[in-house]
């Protein structure tokens, strides 16, 4: 074990890794870029072995699944699986998503084949839907269904305004997978009044698949120009002290107290252990974090 700091992840009692490993990296075209089975294997084995006990992917995500099934599934008491629902099994992640009972089971029945598993821990919505699309083909009644057959044991959605806000209000909903990074503050305080309610938060989107790196990307709502933005404006680089910024950004989403675990995704290994040992130094220093905060609020990342 490498001492990563472990969370509870709200109601579900789940103890989880502050860094998770998102798996959306290893499933290939056209959601990822090419990469071998050997290779997916050999960075799923890693993060177990670096002590990362979170694992999150999707029906949607290529051979993901395949692979998570392939590589690590005779490591199963390891970790804690997370995938998703509402995606139609063989489609891409553009293709749409089907709330209704029918594919919602035919979907949770797919991943457990896939991953050569009997349970799921999460199993989330995979679009931030409405309380009416939840309820009027049954999505929900059939994940309910299914916990009851011991298929999954906790649900969850991948939320984002404006319906995060009736979501968390519902109360039906164990885990949220929410974005949010120094760059995109805007869910921080409904993330916080889901912690308090008793909910798991996945932050998702904390380095912002690596934006600081590259401004030429468009992530989560959010366009390259308007992340440099923020990112110039608040002048972050001169609280770096010597760090890289995949680190400031790591860390500073691990300063959020609502945070349970956060999914940064690679196909990389030593990228991979880059982002373990930053995880193993921690939360930024909280002076550090409210200087952050107060200089990326006055240069427009700041809470709804």
Known sequence: MTGIERRVLGRTGL????????AMDLGGPPAANEISDDDAGRVLNTALDCGI??????????????????????????????????????EPMSAPHINSAANIRAGVEHSLRTMRTDYLDIVQFHHSLDKKSWEIDGALSELLKMKAEGKLRFIGVSGVFPNLIEQVDSGVFDVFQVPYSAVQREH???????????????????????????????????????????????????????????????????????????????KNVDHLRDNVAAALKGPLPEDVVKEAKRRLEAAGSKPV
């Not at 989880?16 to 998102?22: C, D, E, K, P």
């Not at 999150?56 to 390891?78: L, W």
């Not at 404006?233 to 910024?245: N, P």
């Open 188 to 266: 921080e305080n409904i993330i916080t009044k889901a912690s308090e309610k008793g909910a798991g938060i996945i932050i998702r989107g904390a380095v912002a698949r690596g934006a600081p790196l590259d401004w030429n990307k468009r992530y989560y709502m959010m366009s390259g120009e308007e992340m440099s933005g923020r990112w110039d404006g608040a002048q972050l680089d001169d609280l770096m002290e010597g760090m890289h910024r995949m680190e400031f950004m790591l860390r500073f989403a691990l300063a959020l107290p609502a945070l349970d675990t956060t999914i940064v995704g690679t």
């Open 15 to 22: 103890s989880v890794t502050v860094l998770g490993f998102g």
């Open 53 to 90: 006990n979170f694992i999150d992917t999707a029906v949607c995500y290529g051979t993901s699944e395949a692979r998570i099934g392939k590589a690590i599934s005779h490591r199963r008491k390891e970790f804690v699986l997370a995938t998703k629902c509402g995606c139609v099994p063989g």
